[in-house]
């Protein structure tokens, strides 16, 4: 069976006639969605032009016809969860239901403070996403929600008119076992293992089963995505120029790319991949080079993704 695949795009450096570029060409090659970030500048490009995800979605949404849209993941400090359960049925009644909430507790320090956020503990963030779960899960399917929490006070509120799909899906982002994992279980339909701790993956999934044992939760119902940074070349030659090309798009997300992304041509990229499903990875999220330019969009599409299933 072949993965979904969502191509994962941060907007740094990126204008909107580029993103919509890009999404019209993952639509033509039948990829399943596209992540936009939820951040006000990129690590190491301060000063490259940077749009807003949400809103980008939402415009987004107008220019596509079957693709899912969303953001990976939404950073659950920067608004009420009400008005973001707002903007977020808005824009699935404009897309027709093609949308998905990725959430996530939050992390770029620097940019919390310049833009006057509080940077709590992260414990304290957590507790603020869980909350924030609860209020927009209640928004979304009951007539009326009143929350009294420790973050958060919602009365008596209304919420017309509810999303188009029933489920909203839901992804979290995170790694966290004793936490985040909880929360997993609890709200989401997808969970996504960041970069950093796809060595972990295996572990990861097996205590997320075990919250899930916990609450009595099919863990089934939530499929297990990956992060992925991937540089593919239709050959070597084309490789060694998209490699390069690498470094310079993709160098402030990914550390080491050598070691972090799977590199190669179709044939090797493929390979890896079907590691990973082995492991039991049901879906990509994935972070091209190139940033997803449609020569590459194009030859995934129709040769890596042919081996997969």
């Known amino acids: 069976m ?129 909350e924030a779960l609860e209020i927009i899960s209640s928004l979304l399917t009951r007539e009326r929600t009143s929350f009294e929490g420790e973050h958060y006070r919602f009365t008596d509120v209304p919420f017309q008119p509810k999303p188009v799909q029933n489920p909203m899906p839901i992804t979290l982002g995170g790694a966290g076992r004793n936490v985040m994992l909880k929360l997993v279980a609890r709200h989401a339909h997808r969970w996504n293992c960041p970069m950093p701790a796809v060595d972990q993956l295996e572990e990861l999934t097996g205590v997320l089963r075990g919250h899930c044992a916990e609450i009595g939760r099919d863990p089934e119902e939530i499929a297990v995505s990956e992060q992925v940074a991937i540089v593919l070349g239709k050959d070597d030659a084309a490789f060694r120029a998209k490699r390069e090309l690498a470094e310079s798009m993709i160098g402030c997300f990914v550390d080491d790319i050598d ?51």
Request: hydrophobic letters at 45%.
């Open 259 to 309: 070691a972090m992304a799977v590199c190669g041509t179709p044939s090797r990229v493929a390979d890896v991949l079907a590691a990973k499903m082995e492991r039991g990875v049901r879906d990509f999220a994935i972070l091209f080079g190139d940033l997803g330019m449609t020569d590459t969009l194009e030859v995934f599409a129709s040769e890596v993704l042919p081996q997969l299933g």
């Open 2 to 130: 072949k993965p979904a695949t969502y191509v994962f795009i941060g907007q740094g450096g990126l204008g909107y006639d580029d993103l919509r570029r890009r999404a019209l060409d993952a639509e033509g090659c039948e990829y399943d969605g596209l992540w936009l970030v939820d951040h006000m500048w990129a690590r190491g490009m301060p000063d490259a032009d940077f749009l807003d995800g949400w809103t980008t979605i939402a415009a987004l949404a107008e220019a596509t016809q079957r693709l899912r849209l969303g953001v990976l993941v939404t950073c659950n400090s920067y608004r009420n969860p009400g008005l973001l359960a707002k903007s977020v049925v808005t824009i699935d009644h404009i897309s027709g239901g093609r949308v998905e909430l990725g959430m996530g507790a939050g992390w770029m320090e620097e940019e919390y403070l310049a833009y006057g956020y509080e940077f709590p503990s992260v414990g304290k963030r957590l507790s603020e996403l869980g």
